[in-house]
């Protein structure tokens, strides 16, 4: 099926160029691999090296910069390791900082980078569930 048609409610709300990202990484995938969980993981982690999940969407990275967010989308297929959700752990103190701030985390200032990392990934998964219920 193509990834039009499969498109998650995530990359529904997110620019068309997250979405052409994900449905071409999609559809390459269907083609090699066929229909199925692993055609989602490929476009995924093709997603994750130029966007990061910001609430319930996906945005562009910092400053354009493109590589792996996190050390499972570092990692050739099967090796494993830690997913960030689709937040940019790569991304500065900085950004992760305004990300914090535009979702409106509370006592971001006292946080380390770590921390504002999995308030952010906790807050998105909140966002995303509430934009499903709805």
């Given amino acids: 099926m193509p990834g039009r048609q499969e498109l998650p409610s995530t990359l529904e709300r997110?620019?068309?160029d997250?979405?052409?990202t994900w449905?071409?990484?999609h559809d390459s995938a269907v083609e090699s691999y066929g229909?199925?969980?692993r055609a989602h993981r490929v476009a995924y982690g093709a997603l994750k090296h130029t966007c990061e999940k910001v609430g319930d969407h996906w945005e562009r990275k910092e400053g354009g910069r493109k590589g792996p967010s996190d050390p499972r989308s570092a990692r050739p297929?099967?090796?494993g390791g830690r997913s960030g959700e689709g937040v940019d752990e790569n991304a500065?103190?900085?950004h992760v900082y305004h990300v914090a701030q535009h979702l409106g985390i509370d006592g971001r200032s006292r946080?380390?980078?770590a921390e504002l990392l999995d308030a952010i990934r906790k807050e998105n998964r909140s966002r995303t569930r509430a934009a499903r219920s709805r």
């Fill in 14 to 16: 997110s620019s068309q």
């Fill in 18 to 20: 997250a979405r052409r």
């Fill in 23 to 25: 449905i071409k990484a």
């Fill in 35 to 37: 229909e199925g969980e």
């Fill in 77 to 79: 297929r099967q090796q």
């Fill in 92 to 94: 500065s103190k900085e």
């Fill in 111 to 113: 946080m380390s980078k």
